[in-house]
């Protein structure tokens, strides 16, 4: 891989420590202050360079007119999470208007069944954007390995991407388990198996890029020792199952951030400076329009298990804030 340019470290530095920032509420449901700035620092150790430019840079490296990528998102499980978390399907949203209008690609959302209402009601909003020089559409799976498996066949067969994305989606521990960050798990058969399109990915030499927040999302994998010595509950499972928490399946490139919608507006906003193209940022009012739908399709705050305008215990107006300072980033480094 070709060294970072000095003006490509200094941007891709400033979006990093902008999308790395400990928000998490100090007292609650979340996590504990202080995980986010360790699961950042495994991350970019094991990478070596800012890791939202590197995400983009490799996007860049293998999108172009016609191509396809698909984004994977939706995590949680009844009866906190019917429909999913506001994590997640806002970020993979953002993130697929930016590949479709810069580079005049396809891009397949993929959720599960039970994620579908609040993806979708996301994919409305930006898809009321678009110009035409992209698209965007969206696929659902099926619960359990079997009809995962059907649905990654058929997406590999039909579509040939070129690149798998991965936006706040749980992938199994070694016991092929899925859990929450604080160690509640599901079952197999609870849930849809969209990780398969890593393992799948991988095997045909596929471009991989994971993004989440607290190491049982797909993509850590790859940092998996680093990240259970890290985790703040000892990455232990309320199931008692031994391999705990963090995920076995790895991504190319893995892009830690203190929210997952962060992670894809950081690598949303890396691909605007690589392109330079502003238009490409995500900004305040379309964040505002997103959280409002994707709550009024049934998402609920992964923090507090609750139906409001809020991401991870985070208000939104903090979420608009965030999207302008890193719109911000890339003007003035623009």
């Known amino acids: 891989m070709m060294t970072p340019t000095n003006h490509e470290l200094l941007v891709g530095e400033r979006i990093d420590q902008l999308m790395s920032l400990e928000m998490r509420p100090l007292r609650g449901k979340g996590l504990p202050s202080g995980y986010v700035s360790q699961l950042y620092r495994i991350c970019r150790e094991h990478h070596g360079e800012p890791l939202a430019m590197l995400a983009a840079k490799k996007l860049a490296g293998v999108l172009s007119p016609g191509k396809v990528v698909v ?12 429909y999913g978390e506001t994590d997640g399907p806002p970020g993979a949203l953002a993130l697929a208007r930016a590949l479709a209008e810069g580079f005049d690609c396809h891009v ?18 930006i898809q009321s954007q678009l110009t035409g020089r992209g698209s965007i559409s969206g696929v659902s799976f099926a619960k359990g390995k079997a009809e995962g498996m059907k649905m990654c066949e058929s997406i590999f067969s039909d579509l040939n991407p070129v690149s798998i994305i991965f936006v706040e989606r749980d992938g199994p521990n070694a016991e092929g388990i899925f859990h929450g960050v604080r160690g509640d798990f ?65 991504t190319d490139v893995v892009v830690a951030a203190s929210v997952s919608n962060w992670g894809a507006y950081a690598v949303t906003a890396a691909l605007a400076w ?25 998402a609920r705050d992964g923090a507090t298990s609750l139906q409001e305008e809020a991401v991870d215990g985070i208000d939104l107006e903090t979420h608009m804030a965030f999207t302008r300072m890193l719109g911000s980033i890339i003007s003035i480094s623009l």
């Open 71 to 82: 984004i994977a998102t939706g995590a949680g499980i009844a009866p906190n999470l019917p």
């Open 108 to 125: 397949l959302i993929a959720t599960e069944h039970d994620h579908l209402p609040p993806v979708e009601a996301c994919r409305n909003v």
């Open 186 to 250: 599901r079952t197999p058969d609870q849930v849809g198996h969209l990780y398969l399109l890593a393992d799948m990915a991988h095997q045909k030499q596929v471009l991989t890029i994971g993004i989440g927040d607290g190491g049982n999302e797909v993509g850590f994998g790859a940092v998996r020792e680093q990240v259970a010595l890290a985790h703040p509950y000892g990455a232990k499972s309320h199931g008692e199952f031994p391999s705990g928490v963090i995920t076995v399946t790895s």
């Open 274 to 298: 690589l392109l330079k193209r502003l238009d490409l940022t995500h900004i305040p009012e379309c964040e505002k329009a997103l959280i409002a739908a994707c709550v009024a399709a049934g």
